[in-house]
């Protein structure tokens, strides 16, 4: 196949930043994806519906000329987060879903939660109202290894949070293990997962192996190759319950590039091109529109887009740029480390 034509495809798993960032980065997301939903994690995050309404306009402002792509929006839990605010932001389609980053776990998560009791009364109003629940499933503690933060918060956090609260919708974002795919799959409701391109594409020897590669460091950390195959299994198998969420994190090189870089990969602009040849070598091309155009909308309950994209396979390799320049500073694209052949014309 040399051609292969989708609905238009929807990022359910997005970092677009604020100021000269936004507006640097946004023009590759709205290039390909119609809908993207939007992480919180601003300094200072975005609480409440005010806040979700005034990142909204930002980001609406520094659309491209002619772009319609919509911004979903998010509110940052945090334990001072007002269940009534919350549900107005829902109720008013300022908000399409709440995000739990546990207090300390990744990038600007600082304001998060570190008791889950402190916002049991914000999620019981969640699941009277059916609105979403994305979570930052990993621990914190500091005595858990950062490879295995992912499995424990499912078996410590997460899986006691289900029982309690079974009628939550729960969205476990940006899996990385095989144990997360499990999980899912053995749920017989109000769970879903995203998956990003990176985690389909490298494990941690891109990171560390022959020298340290930061621009391959995100959290949660890329594991073993054993999971990255359950993660492209998962992913190809056509599953709705599992789609696309790119987590494409930007930051400025000079933050990745330190003694202590920060978390993120940044991968909007060759996402839907890695994705179609991951797609490719696992012979499920037929799964693409499943997996990045029709299961995100069905979780959330919206319609697929109406417009279509269509992916071309070249003869040799496609180039992508190194980086692009924004007037926050460079930032480096995400590089597949292996030959790619779509393009999305
Ligand atoms: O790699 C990551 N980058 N993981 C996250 O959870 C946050 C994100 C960011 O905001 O940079
Ligand atoms: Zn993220």
């Not at 600007?108 to 979403?132: P, W």
């Not at 997360?180 to 998956?195: K, Q």
Request: aromatic fraction near 6%; include cysteine; proline fraction near 7%.
């Amino acid at each position: 196949m040399t051609t292969i034509e989708i609905p238009r495809p929807d990022d359910w798993h997005l970092h677009l930043r604020d100021g000269d960032m936004l507006a640097g980065v946004l023009p590759a997301t709205a290039q390909h994806f119609a809908r993207a939903v939007i992480m919180p994690n601003l300094v200072p995050p975005v609480v409440t519906r005010a806040d979700a309404e005034a990142y909204r306009r930002r980001i609406l402002a520094a659309r491209p000329a002619g772009s319609d792509f919509e911004p979903l929006m998010t509110l940052y839990l945090t334990e001072a987060t007002d269940a009534h605010d919350v549900a107005e932001a829902f109720r008013a389609g300022v908000a399409m879903a709440v995000k739990l980053y546990p207090a300390g776990a990744t990038t600007n998560s600082a304001s998060g939660v570190r008791q889950l009791d402190k916002v049991m009364d914000v999620m019981e109003t969640m699941a009277e109202i059916g609105m979403v629940l994305c979570i930052h499933g990993e621990v914190t503690d500091p005595e858990i290894d950062i490879f295995d933060r992912e499995r424990v918060f499912i078996d410590t956090v997460l899986a006691p949070l289900r029982q309690r609260l079974p009628e939550l919708k729960i969205t476990l974002e940006h899996i990385t293990t095989e144990e997360g795919v499990a999980y899912v799959r053995a749920a017989d409701s109000n769970l879903a997962a995203t998956i990003t391109t990176h985690h389909l594409m490298i494990n941690r020897n891109a990171i560390l192996a022959g020298g340290i590669r930061p621009h391959y460091y995100c959290l949660p950390v890329a594991k073993r190759e054993k999971h990255r195959l359950a993660l492209r299994a998962a992913a190809t198998s056509g599953d709705q319950r599992f789609f696309l969420g790119t987590d494409s994190a930007p930051h400025d090189d000079r933050l990745k590039e330190s003694p202590c870089g920060c978390a993120g990969i940044f991968s909007a602009p060759n996402t839907m091109s890695c994705l179609a040849q991951v797609f490719e070598e696992e012979k499920a091309l037929d799964k693409l529109a499943a997996f990045a155009s029709l299961n995100g909308p069905a979780w959330y309950g919206l319609p697929p887009n109406a417009d279509t994209i269509t992916l071309v396979r070249s003869e040799t390799p496609v180039t992508f740029p190194d980086k692009i320049e924004t007037a926050a500073g460079a930032v480096t694209v995400f590089d597949p480390m292996v030959p790619v052949y779509w393009q999305v014309r």
